[in-house]
T-cell receptor, first 110, second 118 residues
Framework: GENVEQHPSTLSVQEGDSAVIKCTYS??????FPWYKQELGKRPQLIIDIRSNVGEKKDQRIAVTLNKTAKHFSLHITETQPEDSAVYFC?????????FGDGTTLTVKP | NAGVTQTPKFRVLKTGQSMTLLCAQD?????MYWYRQDPGMGLRLIHYSVGEGTTAKGEVPDGYNVSRLKKQNFLLGLESAAPSQTSVYFCASSFHVSVLAGITDTQYFGPGTRLTVL
């Protein structure tokens, strides 16, 4: 089955800096790659996603890049703010079934 | 729209007891999922369903059973609870996947059920 590895497990940045979280996947058949943000005690919520026929997608301060050949994708957050502090999960999906990474705890220091 | 709802929000069980977690969605989604989330770990798929009357095993199905008798509901059962099943359980749902139609399989999550087994 699919295996997703996510790095780093924790990330601390100063407000205004950029943050990058990286994921690798094993199954070349995966074709949809969402990123979820989970605040403490809350449910995961989608923040951005990318499909396998696209190399990059941007939504304001958040961007995702996908390298299908290398089987890795990354989340980029620019101009970080304290409210970006949360756990971020990547996932690799195919035909509706998703495999999640173990999460990255992002802390943005004011 | 309520989205995805879960019942109950919290539950404490003794080892060997049984219980059923209920997930309901009002978005007419075909796919529904049950995950467990343990501290420091991601979401692990327990069982999922691609439509009414169908279920399939996920990554960690042992000790759990599911049923999807109605399209909007997905039930997760624990027949004989064990302390290893202490976790937060999330239900999720998504549209039928059709890449050609541009429909992606974004999953919408319920608020979670915190289960403790003593």
């Amino acid at each position: 089955g699919e295996n997703v590895e996510q790095h780093p497990s924790t990330l601390s940045v100063q407000e205004g800096d950029s943050a990058v979280i990286k994921c690798t996947y094993s199954d070349s058949a995966s074709n949809y790659f969402p990123w979820y943000k989970q605040e403490l005690g809350k449910r995961p919520q989608l923040i951005i996603d990318i499909r396998s026929n696209v190399g990059e997608k941007k939504d304001q301060r958040i961007a995702v890049t996908l390298n299908k050949t290398a089987k890795h994708f990354s989340l980029h957050i620019t101009e970080t703010q304290p409210e970006d502090s949360a756990v971020y999960f990547c996932a690799a999906s195919m035909a509706g079934k998703s495999t999640f990474g173990d999460g990255t705890t992002l802390t943005v220091k004011p | 729209n309520a989205g995805v709802t879960q019942t109950p929000k919290f539950r404490v069980l003794k080892t060997g007891q049984s219980m059923t977690l209920l997930c309901a969605q009002d978005m007419n989604h075909e796919y529904m999922y049950w995950y467990r989330q343990d501290p420091g770990m991601g979401l692990r798929l327990i069982h999922y369903s691609v439509g009414e009357g169908t279920t399939a095993k996920g990554e960690v199905p042992d000790g759990y059973n599911v049923s999807r008798l109605k399209k909007q509901n997905f039930l997760l059962g624990l027949e004989s609870a064990a302390p290893s099943q202490t976790s937060v359980y999330f239900c999720a749902s998504s549209f039928h996947v059709s890449v050609l139609a541009g429909i992606t399989d974004t999953q919408y999550f319920g608020p979670g059920t915190r289960l403790t087994v003593l």
